[in-house]
Structure formats: C-alpha cells, structure tokens
C-alpha cells in the first residue's frame, strides 16, 4: 500500500497530532504503506470552506486513507470533517477538508 491521498471536497482547521508523542510522522508521503489508495492526498493542515461532502462520503474517503472504523464524525464550523478512526491498533483523529484532503494524527 502507498500514501497518496486525494479527497474531494471538505473543509479542514487546525488539528492537533494524536501521535506526536510517539514521534511517528503524520502519513503525508506517497511512500507510506499504510494509505490503501493511491488517489487520497493526506495533509498536515486543514483548509475550512464550504464542504458539500455527506457523512457518508465523508467517511468512505477517510476510510481510503488507510483507517478503519470511523466514528463520531461531524461537520465543525469551519466545514471541516472531524472524528476518530483506527489505524492498526491506534486510535488516531482524522479530518477531510472541503479539498477532499484528509489529516490523520
């Protein structure tokens, strides 16, 4: 598997690391192995604008970035995709900005 993550379009702010203090890198390289499909973009930051991604849609672009079970999903003020996911044993927050690009920390 590579990380190359491309999301339509949603809106993302400010997210703080989940993982930092593990010192494990957010996965924003096209070589992570952890990202399932090619065409998801992760990003470091988050853009807020007008998202007209559905919940659903939402989650199933998250769940590209590599993540399983994603919940608690909702639509900040700044139309920015917010929940949490698991990525391997990890609970990791994630995000998908009105880009399409997603965050996971």
């Not at 993302?12 to 952890?34: D, I």
């Not at 909702?74 to 399409?100: E, F, P, Q, S």
Request: charged share 15%; hydrophobic share 40%; glycine share 10%.
């Amino acid at each position: 598997m590579r990380v190359n993550v491309l999301i339509g379009c949603v809106a993302m702010a400010a997210f703080t690391p989940a993982l930092a203090a593990t010192g494990t890198p957010p996965p924003s390289s096209s070589h992570n192995p952890a990202v399932k499909d090619r065409s998801v973009v992760l990003t470091r930051n988050v853009a807020g604008g007008a998202n007209s991604y559905t919940r659903g849609q939402a989650e199933w672009r998250i769940m590209k970035a590599g993540v399983d079970h994603v919940q608690h999903l909702t639509k900040d003020a700044h139309g920015v995709w917010r929940g949490t996911a698991m990525r391997g044993a990890h609970r990791v927050n994630v995000a998908l900005d009105y880009k399409g690009h997603v965050t996971l920390r």
